[in-house]
């Protein structure tokens, strides 16, 4: 069982940056697979990144690469998404995911209330 909260969304103006962060807690972190999802307004949820837990693997869409940047530290059991060069199309509901490893695919089981970035032209 594991319980995420995201925090550092807020508003932004476009070519801004800023740092979310997810806080895990109730199972070891570092056996979990997370990730960073987000919703825009009358739009499907989309996957934005992903990262193992261990050896830094990473995974991006294509719309974010470059600009985002996943990491986790699991001292603190915390996951981060640092986003550069904000856009208006970024502006979205982020959510944290986590997947627990040693199944044969991934399973997005534990996911957190969401944080709002809104991004302004």
């Known amino acids: 069982q594991v319980q995420l909260v995201e925090s550092g969304g807020g508003l932004a103006q476009a070519g801004d940056s800023l740092r979310l962060s997810c806080a895990a807690s109730g199972s070891t972190f570092s056996r979990y697979v997370m990730a960073w999802f987000r919703q825009a307004p009358g739009k499907e949820r989309e996957f934005v990144a992903r990262?193992?837990?261990?050896?830094?693997?990473?995974v991006y869409a294509d719309s974010v690469k470059g600009r985002f940047t996943i990491s986790r530290d699991n001292a603190k059991n915390t996951v981060y998404l640092q986003m550069f060069r904000l856009k208006p199309e970024d502006t979205a509901v982020y959510y944290c995911a986590a997947a627990p490893n040693g199944l044969g695919s991934l399973v997005w089981t534990y996911w957190g209330q969401g944080t709002q970035v809104t991004v302004s032209s």
């Open positions: 990262i193992r837990g261990s050896a830094s693997i990473t």
